[in-house]
């Protein structure tokens, strides 16, 4: 089981609120996301549900029990840091197995365990190898297997792949999507890459200066953002805005419309503009477009469309997508 639920949790530092007050249910079996841009909070509240961080007030529970002053070990959470924090001495084997032998387990167990986690994690041919001679990759899913063979109520992941290159961490992605769908346990996963979030949550949570800004699935944030915080950080690339003369015709005080929902025509649309950056990705091009009245707006369009900077191009949002938002910055249903 793990089932993780906050009450009321708050966290201070001296006179400074990082974590106003959270109310959060996390439910058995379920892959979390918590994202938000630096210093929102997300790490620190990894950190209290770890019990590296005392809550300052509140309550954590975990599957029913108060664990709010229980030390880390003695809350059945295993976590993955962005650090792999592995013994370079050790071979892979014994790295994975280092945990077991403290909790003094039958040696033929943690043999079974660690064999166990290096099938599941494509690490079986590497098990007599040392960290130094492995892949930033490898050695990350090392770090994994070492919290796997704890069998954990949930794994805590803080920003597990940002010393990866770009490749490796869409590759890890996969891998780390797999791997819970394989051992069905709860996974908590801290990301300031709203991509990560996107393509691995069942449920994103979206903190901004310690505050859920919102709590919902992948596509519930990208369709349906409860305010301009949440519709410009889901989706990439970001959200266009524009208010004043643009947004009052839909009544509203602010409107935004994702680039992949704009029209583009050579000949006519709503909006006129001169295309400042096409960027070239091949199947997309996005082009970074000066629209008077609005500002910089960035369209997303096939890749075969023909345009370059100083390019004349009208914009047409397409009908239905745009999103409205209240002069606090709220969205209009």
Same mark, same amino acid.
């Given at each position: 089981?793990?089932?993780?639920?906050?009450?009321?949790?708050?966290?201070?530092?001296?006179?400074?609120?990082?974590?106003?007050?959270?109310?959060?249910?996390? $439910?058995?079996?379920? *892959?979390?996301?918590?994202?938000?841009?630096?210093?929102?909070?997300?790490?620190?509240?990894?950190?209290?549900?770890?019990?590296?961080?005392?809550?300052?007030?509140?309550?954590?529970?975990?599957?029913?029990?108060?664990?709010?002053?229980?030390?880390?070990?003695? =809350?059945?959470?295993?976590?993955?840091?962005?650090?792999?924090?592995?013994?370079?001495?050790?071979?892979?084997?014994?790295?994975?197995?280092?945990?077991?032998?403290?909790?003094?387990?039958?040696?033929?167990?943690?043999?079974?365990?660690?064999?166990?986690?290096?099938?599941?994690?494509?690490?079986?041919?590497?098990?007599?190898?040392?960290?130094?001679?492995?892949?930033?990759?490898?050695?990350? =899913?090392?770090?994994?297997?070492?919290?796997?063979?704890?069998?954990?109520?949930?794994?805590?992941?803080?920003?597990?792949?940002?010393?990866?290159?770009?490749?490796?961490?869409?590759?890890?992605?996969? $891998?780390?999507?797999?791997?819970?769908?394989?051992?069905?346990?709860?996974?908590?996963?801290?990301?300031?890459?709203?991509? $990560?979030?996107?393509?691995?949550?069942?449920?994103?949570?979206?903190?901004?200066?310690?505050?859920?800004?919102?709590?919902?699935?992948?596509?519930?944030?990208?369709?349906?953002?409860?305010?301009? *915080?949440?519709?410009? *950080?889901?989706?990439?690339? =970001?959200?266009?805005?524009?208010?004043?003369?643009?947004?009052?015709?839909?009544?509203?005080?602010?409107?935004?419309?994702?680039? $992949?929902?704009?029209?583009?025509?050579?000949?006519?649309?709503?909006?006129?503009?001169?295309?400042?950056?096409?960027?070239?990705?091949?199947?997309?091009?996005?082009?970074?477009?000066?629209?008077?009245?609005?500002?910089?707006?960035?369209?997303?369009?096939?890749?075969? *469309?023909?345009?370059?900077?100083?390019?004349?191009?009208?914009?047409?949002?397409?009908?239905?997508?745009?999103?409205?938002?209240?002069?606090?910055?709220?969205?209009?249903?």
């Amino acid at each position: 089981m793990g089932n993780i639920t906050l009450n009321n949790v708050n966290k201070t530092f001296g006179a400074t609120t990082v974590i106003p007050g959270i109310n959060l249910t996390i $439910e058995d079996g379920e *892959f979390v996301v918590f994202v938000g841009p630096s210093g929102c909070g997300k790490s620190t509240l990894l950190r209290i549900i770890a019990g590296l961080e005392d809550a300052s007030s509140g309550k954590i529970e975990i599957d029913g029990k108060d664990v709010t002053d229980a030390a880390p070990a003695k =809350r059945g959470l295993a976590m993955v840091f962005q650090s792999y924090a592995l013994y370079p001495h050790m071979t892979v084997r014994n790295n994975i197995a280092f945990p077991l032998k403290m909790a003094k387990l039958d040696k033929s167990l943690i043999d079974r365990k660690v064999e166990d986690a290096a099938r599941v994690l494509n690490l079986t041919n590497y098990l007599e190898r040392r960290p130094g001679q492995l892949s930033g990759g490898q050695r990350q =899913r090392v770090a994994i297997g070492r919290a796997i063979v704890r069998e954990p109520s949930a794994f805590l992941f803080d920003e597990p792949l940002s010393n990866l290159d770009a490749a490796l961490r869409g590759t890890m992605r996969l $891998e780390i999507s797999e791997l819970h769908n394989q051992l069905k346990t709860t996974m908590i996963y801290v990301t300031h890459d709203q991509v $990560e979030a996107m393509t691995m949550a069942d449920k994103i949570v979206v903190l901004n200066a310690g505050n859920i800004e919102q709590v919902g699935s992948p596509l519930d944030l990208y369709h349906r953002p409860n305010n301009l *915080f949440v519709a410009g *950080f889901i989706g990439s690339p =970001r959200m266009n805005f524009a208010s004043g003369a643009t947004s009052q015709p839909y009544g509203a005080h602010t409107i935004g419309i994702r680039p $992949e929902h704009l029209r583009l025509s050579k000949e006519s649309g709503s909006w006129k503009g001169m295309v400042s950056v096409a960027e070239h990705l091949g199947a997309d091009t996005f082009l970074h477009i000066k629209v008077e009245g609005i500002g910089q707006v960035t369209a997303r369009v096939a890749g075969d *469309f023909g345009a370059s900077h100083g390019d004349v191009v009208y914009l047409t949002p397409e009908e239905g997508r745009i999103h409205r938002f209240d002069e606090k910055g709220l969205a209009i249903r």
